[in-house]
């Protein structure tokens, strides 16, 4: 099949693949530089960094990007610094911004302010609409069969139509986009692109330690698990010793500095979230979306468009 562009707002990328934004420090510069050179859009993971830190990852990723393709932000909304992260990246360049797991209305004039797309990540036809009249550059569809917090228990199939028929912005597809065959799929379903986080999570250039992405290769269908985040929306993640000492209710805080807007405080996520980056897998939440026993082996970015690409042409 013709591969389409990817036009969101004022920008152009030359293939409909975006990298999911993975916290914590899951998707950095590294990552998000190297798919925007391959021809896509390469997403920092905001959450839980400073201001700073952020600006560097920034740098990271445009000097290896070189101009191609383009650099995008997520941030977790229901973080303290959501506006400072948000609006720190808007000022300083960034091609676009992604808002999900919560709603915010202020991102849109912000947005406008900076002349910034913002995409909404959304669970509903309902939510869509709204996110396409407050301004939503594109909508990200997610399904439940995504990694990390969900807003939904439905899967892609049902939702991806919905939305389609309900707006005229851009659609994005996520949740159990891993092959080629997958993204044909969805843009035979009428998505203008797709969404892809653990797959390019399990790839040389994500900065998830080995024994996280070791985790990813070793995982069976049966490991993919829903838990309940402290943000308030469930999460899907991997089985490990940590999730089921959670089940049992044998984890809980020790210290709070406050990372979130409102925390149940049934455990600290940011702490399980930088231990697992850590490599620390005793302690650590690894989010992952449902389809990743399928993934058999880490491979380069530049392999793994390769691949996407090579699948979607013999279609």
């Not at 797309?117 to 407050?134: D, F, H, N, T, W």
């Not at 028929?165 to 843009?187: M, N, R």
């Not at 070793?218 to 010793?241: Q, W, Y």
């Amino acid at each position: 099949m013709k591969i389409p562009h990817l036009t969101i707002g004022n920008i152009t990328v030359p293939y409909p693949i975006i990298q999911g934004g993975m916290a914590v420090r899951i998707s950095g510069g590294r990552l998000a530089g190297t798919v925007a050179k391959a021809g896509g859009v390469g997403v920092i993971a905001g959450t839980a960094l400073t201001e700073a830190e952020l600006l560097t990852e920034m740098e990271k990723a445009k000097n290896i990007a070189n101009g191609t393709g383009a650099i995008g932000i997520n941030v977790l909304f229901a973080v303290s610094n959501f506006a400072d992260l948000i609006r720190t990246a808007m000022k300083n360049g960034i091609d676009m911004v992604f808002s999900g797991a919560g709603f915010s209305r202020d991102v849109f004039s912000w947005g406008r302010e900076f002349n910034v797309p913002v995409v909404s990540i959304v669970s509903s036809g309902r939510l869509a609409k709204l996110a396409e009249k407050l301004g939503a550059a594109a909508v990200v569809v997610e399904g439940k069969e995504a990694g990390g917090h969900l807003g939904t228990d439905r899967p892609l199939k049902d939702i991806l139509p919905e939305v389609v028929g309900q707006v005229k912005v851009p659609v994005i597809a996520a949740g159990g986009i891993i092959t080629g065959k997958d993204i044909k799929w969805a843009l035979d379903n009428g998505a203008d692109g797709v969404q892809m986080g653990t797959r390019f999570a399990a790839s040389e250039e994500s900065d998830a330690p080995e024994s996280f992405k070791q985790t990813y290769l070793d995982a069976s269908k049966e490991d993919s698990i829903l838990i309940e985040s402290p943000v308030g929306l469930p999460g899907r993640a991997l089985k490990t010793a940590f999730t089921e000492r959670l089940d049992k209710g044998l984890i809980k805080p020790t210290v709070c500095n406050s990372c979130l807007k409102k925390c149940s405080n049934r455990f600290c996520l940011r702490l399980a979230l930088e231990d697992a980056q850590k490599g620390l897998m005793q302690d650590g939440l690894i989010f992952a979306g449902e389809k990743v026993h399928t993934i058999k082996e880490i491979l380069p970015v530049q392999k793994i468009f390769h691949n996407l690409i090579s699948e979607l042409r013999q279609d």
